[in-house]
Structures are given as structure tokens and as C-alpha cells.
């Protein structure tokens, strides 16, 4: 229990981080930039909101059959190919909030400080804590998305005892299985996980306030 | 505000906000990038120790099954035994048989343990598979509601069954799944000469412990392999109306894939699977799994070559 719930947590984190580098690179360049290009982004990480897991665990496992494109990795059925399809699914989300938060941040602050003559890096941490509420709420919403989604877990993990098994893939299993107490078991660990998670983010939250 | 926490993380005190927030904004910054540090550590750890003690263990064999011996437990059984002696590690995919056969064909799997004769016969024949071993039978049985509306217990095989249940109108749950539980299903329609459809017939596309208790909850008959109907009873509302025929013979082989060439894969570790379950210790597991939970063994071994 503690390895699947470990396994959750880590893959769906770790795919949160990675996403966030992607989320947050595109949402400043569609909030700042000043290619017309960005809308086109914008419109894919709104578009991708609605993606369906097992679209994207279908798209992974296919790549990373043996006899798909790049069979030669190896890398199916393992957490990392998991943490890739939950990147996948969770950037669109992360993104998309996170242009909303950057947007929710006075247009004209910028300009003020820069008037004020703070000085760059100072002028960039303000912003940086104005957004940073904003920013963490996307996250949360992404973590979220990755650590509920099963559809993607079970296709590029194979939901694999001690390996791959998440506590989504878990509750499938055990609800195959007949055995239902175990697997409100594992869903209550879920809900657990998340409440501990948005507790979290509280918290964090009221710190930057 | 001043709780044990805020002390800590900025040492509260009646100062006007903005001014605490100045005194205190290196500290904190210091205290949040070393929090980032160590959860960033931690997951680093996870994900590492997830994926490197899941290599060191040798070479994963990749198992495609049916989703029978997964719900039954027996995998959880054989799967760690094998790998205790091998030194092999297995990735378990329980699919139904036509899927399993499918990855076979692909090269996606490395051996099989699957249970449809005919279509195993089909796959043999197209040359992708290197042997096939007889593991392991039990029975289909069928199962009906309680009262039995259409009248099916007593008759003496599978066929004449089917047909009474057609003839009833009683609803029947179907796989639906190309899974060998299905196939047997429809060989044994076939034998009946009609082909299933209307509202009578459903379609779970599921696999079978759901397509049990979808049956169960909608009080209908459906096929089942009696290994999976033993593991579910106690959840279950339905009664066995037709075991231990003939054509309810319900038998599992393995199959080795032949590997494709230029591709991944782990011919060894698919032989020695496929050694280990026809072996006495493989075959003993399977003789007494189950007698401690279900009173008998959910599963009756008879290895002997094939082809």
C-alpha cells in the first residue's frame, strides 16, 4: 500500500514538475511575448484541457511498443513512460491556468516599477510573488489531474505489482478482483493524498500573501 | 496570525505587515528553496529507486495474459515464485487472449499463457511462436440467476443450454472481448447455430469478474471460467447451472514468441517462464493454488508438450 501510494505520489509529482517547465515557459511567452504565434499555443493548451488519459497512454504505448517507433528504449511498463503520458496530460491544464493567473496580475505593474526605478531583478521577484498563488493553485490542479487519471496508467504501466501499480490502477484491479473493501481503501488514500496536497498549497499560499 | 507557524517562518510580532515582511523575506526565501531542495531530493529518490530496483533484477520478461489468471490471484502466486528462482523479473500484461495473441504477433510480449485452442492453433500456424506447452485446465461453467428461469440445470452439455437460454428470452452477458472466454462463447453459439444479437444479448468488453457482476447485478446468465467464478462468489448473486461437461473443457497453454528480428525482447526469459510453469515446481504451484482459500484447487496442472 505504502509503495503504490509512494508510486502515485512520485510519478504524478515528478510529472507536475516536468510539465511545469513546459506550462510555465509557454504561459509567459503567451502572456509577454509578442509573436502572433503564442495564441496558436494558447489554443492547444486550451484545446488540451479536454485531452482524454487514455488518449494520450494509447499515443505513448503505441510509441513505445516494441514494434512502435521507439520500441528500442524499452522504457514501457515502466514509471517512466507513466510520468511521460501524465506530463502530456497535465501540461495543456497547468498551462492554461497559469496564463489566467499571469493575466490576473495588474498589466500595468510592470511599467509602475519600472517608473519607480526598481531595479530588474528586484521589479522580477515582485512579480514573481504576485503570481506565485496563482501559479501554485495550476500546479495543484495539474497534480491533481496526473495522480486521478487512469486510463493512461494502465496503458503505459500495465499496472505491474511492485512496479507500475498506482492506487488508480489498484482500485480497477480490486474492483476486478470483487474485492470492493480494498478498493474504497485505496481510493480513500487517494482522497487523502489530495487533501494533504491542497492543505499544503494553503499553507504555502498564506506564506506569500 | 501568530500560531506556532507563522513564529517560526517569519518570527511574528504587531508590526505593521509589509515591514515583517521585509525583515523576514531572506529567511524565508532561504527556508522555501531548502523545502524545494529536499522534496525535490526525495522525489529524485522515489522515482530512482522505483526504476533502478526494477532493473536490477535482471532483464524483464514481458508476460501478455488473460485477465483470468490475473483476477484469480494466480499470477500473484506463480509470477514470484519464477522469479525467485530465475533471477528473471516478469511485467504482467493481463489482456484478454486475443489481445495477448495479438502482442505476441507484434513482438510485444515475450510468451503468453493463454486459453483458446483454436485461436492459438491460428497463431502457431502464421509462425510466431516458437513452442507451445499445455500448462493447465479448469472448467467454463455456467451461471444464471437463482431460480434458473430458463430452465438449464440437468441438461447434459454447454450447446443445449445456449439454446434454452435463447429460447427463453432470459438476458445473456456476453465478454465481448476476444478474450478466450469469449471465444469459447461464441464456438459454443456457433455449435447452436444461431448468432446472438437483440436486447437479450449484452456486451461487457470487459473483463471477467466485471462481466460477472454485471451479470449478476442484472440477473442473467453468462459463461464464465470457474477459477474467476470461485474468487468472486462471495460478491455475487448467481448460482452455477452448468458444470463439469465436456464442452465446457477450459484449457490454458504457453506460448514462447518467436522474437522479430532487429526488435527488443528476452527470448531466455520467456523460455525460462515457459520452462518454469511446465516444470514439477511450476506445476506444483499451480496444483495447490487455491486450496487454502477456496477448500480446492482452482486449477488442475497436466504439462506435457504440444508441439
Not at chain 1, 495550476?138 to 492506487?167: D, H, K, P, W, Y
Not at chain 2, 501478455?64 to 500484461?93: H, M, N
Not at chain 2, 445456449?162 to 465478454?175: L, M, N, P, V, Y
Request: glycine residues 12%; aromatic residues 8%.
Amino acid at each position: 500500500m505504502l509503495q503504490i501510494a509512494s508510486l502515485s505520489v512520485g510519478v504524478s509529482l515528478a510529472a507536475t514538475l516536468v510539465a511545469a517547465v513546459f506550462a510555465l515557459g509557454g504561459a509567459l511567452w503567451i502572456v509577454y511575448g509578442r509573436s502572433r504565434l503564442r495564441y496558436v499555443l494558447l489554443v492547444i493548451f486550451n484545446a488540451g484541457l479536454g485531452l482524454p488519459p487514455v488518449a494520450v497512454g494509447l499515443a505513448v504505448a503505441f510509441t513505445f511498443w516494441r514494434s512502435g517507433p521507439l520500441g528500442m528504449l524499452d522504457i514501457l511498463y515502466t514509471p517512466a513512460a507513466m510520468m511521460l503520458a501524465q506530463t502530456i496530460i497535465v501540461t495543456p491544464l497547468f498551462g492554461s491556468l497559469a496564463v489566467i493567473a499571469l493575466r490576473a496580475v495588474d498589466p500595468t505593474l510592470r511599467d509602475q516599477l519600472a517608473a519607480l526605478g526598481v531595479p530588474a531583478r528586484t521589479r522580477l521577484r515582485l512579480l514573481a510573488r504576485e503570481t506565485a498563488p496563482g501559479i501554485l493553485a495550476s500546479a495543484l490542479a495539474g497534480f491533481g489531474r496526473a495522480v486521478a487519471e487512469v486510463g493512461a496508467a494502465q496503458m503505459t504501466g500495465g499496472n505491474i505489482e511492485g512496479q507500475t501499480r498506482v492506487l488508480t490502477t489498484a482500485t480497477m484491479l480490486a474492483v476486478g478482483r470483487g474485492e470492493f473493501s480494498v478498493a474504497f481503501g485505496y481510493v480513500a488514500v487517494l482522497l487523502g493524498i489530495m487533501t494533504i496536497a491542497t492543505g499544503a498549497a494553503f499553507v504555502l499560499q498564506r506564506r506569500w500573501q | 496570525m501568530c500560531g506556532w507557524f507563522w513564529t517560526r517562518v517569519r518570527g511574528c510580532s504587531e508590526a505593521p505587515r509589509h515591514e515583517q515582511e521585509h525583515r523576514a523575506k531572506s529567511g524565508r526565501d532561504g527556508a522555501a528553496s531548502a523545502w524545494g531542495a529536499r522534496a525535490f531530493a526525495f522525489l529524485v529518490a522515489v522515482l530512482l529507486g522505483s526504476t533502478l530496483s526494477a532493473s536490477a533484477a535482471g532483464p524483464a520478461v514481458i508476460l501478455a495474459t488473460t485477465t483470468s489468471t490475473q483476477d484469480t490471484g494466480l499470477l500473484d502466486v506463480l509470477v514470484p515464485a519464477f522469479e525467485r528462482a530465475s533471477g528473471y523479473q516478469v511485467k504482467t500484461i493481463a489482456v484478454g487472449t486475443g489481445a495477448a495473441l495479438a502482442m505476441g504477433e507484434r513482438g510485444d510480449a515475450d510468451v503468453l499463457l493463454v486459453h483458446a485452442p483454436s485461436a492459438e492453433e491460428a497463431y502457431m500456424a502464421k509462425g510466431r511462436g516458437l513452442a507451445r506447452w499445455l500448462v493447465m485446465h479448469n472448467g467454463f461453467i455456467i451461471v444464471g440467476p437463482a431460480g434458473d428461469p430458463a430452465k438449464v440445470a440437468g441438461v447434459g452439455n454447454a450447446v443445449d443450454a445456449f439454446k434454452r437460454i435463447a429460447a427463453s428470452g432470459a438476458t445473456f452477458i456476453s465478454r465481448g472481448d476476444d478474450s478466450g472466454t469469449n471465444s469459447k462463447e461464441l464456438e459454443i453459439w456457433r455449435a447452436v447455430g444461431i448468432t446472438p444479437q437483440g436486447a437479450w444479448y449484452v456486451k461487457t468488453g470487459s473483463g471477467m469478474a466485471d462481466t460477472l457482476h454485471v451479470a449478476s447485478q442484472k440477473a442473467a446468465y453468462t459463461l464464465t471460467d470457474d477459477g474467476t467464478f470461485l474468487s468472486q462468489r462471495a460478491t455475487l448473486s448467481l448460482v452455477p447451472v452448468l458444470q463439469g461437461v465436456p464442452d465446457l473443457l477450459n484449457v490454458y497453454h504457453v506460448i514462447l514468441v518467436k522474437p522479430l528480428p532487429g526488435r527488443v525482447g528476452n527470448l531466455a526469459g520467456g523460455r525460462a517462464f515457459a520452462d518454469y510453469v511446465v516444470s514439477p515446481t511450476g506445476q506444483r504451484v499451480i496444483a495447490t493454488f487455491g486450496q487454502d482459500k477456496y477448500g480446492r484447487p482452482l486449477f488442475t496442472p497436466d504439462a506435457k508438450p504440444v508441439h
